[in-house]
Each structure stands twice: as structure tokens, then as C-alpha cells.
Nanobody, 122 residues
Framework: QVQLVESGGGQVQAGGSLRLSCTAS????????TGWFRQAPGKEREFVAA????????DYAYSVKGRSTISRNNAENTMYLQMNSLKPDDTAVYYC???????????????WGQGTQVTVSS
């Protein structure tokens, strides 16, 4: 089992920045592909970004590409999402997720955190 805990959400004005963190415990974090998803009110949960177990591969949704950076520190069992130039459309609950393989993360994530709220005001 893997337990994932997100932090770093909050309220920020448009154009601002936030760094989300996801700390893992339980099963060996360094063996897992991890990523971020988000769910806005009234919308389905959507993929945001993913990173392979060793950080060699990353992928981003078009909506955040160029404004966000995903990274991880396996020694600290932590993954990050740096978000810049935030827009009101980025308002959502952000979830971290983990999967055994990078290719499965988008559709077959095995582990999920509880989520952290990000609110961007105009």
C-alpha cells in the first residue's frame, strides 16, 4: 500500500505561483510513476502532469504545459508541481497519484491522495 498526502494548495491571484507537494509513505516510492490530476467543480477529473520513477520522463496536459514543472525527490519520497502564471481556470482540487508503470498512470493509477484545493482569483 502507498499513502499519498498533498500539501501546498491555497488561494492566489491570477498570475501568481504555487508549489504543490505530494509526500508518500508505505510501498517504495522510488519504484512508482507519479503524477497530478485535478478536478474543478462540476467537471470530471483530468490529467495534469506525470513523471517516471527516475524523473527521466515527464508529460503535461496542454492546458498547463509551459507554466508548470513536475519533479520528484526519491530520497525524500516527495513529488512536486510548480505552477506559474496561474489562471482562474486552474482552480480545482489537485490530487497526486501513483502507478506501477508510467504508461498506466493516466488511466490506471493505483493510489490517490486526498487532494488539496487551489483557488485562483481574477
Amino acid at each position: 500500500q502507498v499513502q499519498l498526502v498533498e500539501s501546498g494548495g491555497g488561494q492566489v491571484q491570477a498570475g501568481g505561483s504555487l508549489r504543490l507537494s505530494c509526500t508518500a509513505s508505505g510501498r517504495t516510492f522510488r519504484n512508482l510513476a507519479t503524477g497530478w490530476f485535478r478536478q474543478a467543480p462540476g467537471k470530471e477529473r483530468e490529467f495534469v502532469a506525470a513523471i517516471s520513477w527516475n524523473g527521466a520522463y515527464t508529460d503535461y496536459a496542454y492546458s498547463v504545459k509551459g507554466r508548470s514543472t513536475i519533479s520528484r525527490n526519491n530520497a525524500e519520497n516527495t513529488m512536486y508541481l510548480q505552477m506559474n502564471s496561474l489562471k482562474p481556470d486552474d482552480t480545482a482540487v489537485y490530487y497526486c497519484a501513483a502507478s506501477s508503470t508510467y504508461s498506466d498512470l493516466r488511466t490506471k493509477a493505483l493510489y490517490w491522495g486526498q487532494g488539496t484545493q487551489v483557488t485562483v482569483s481574477s
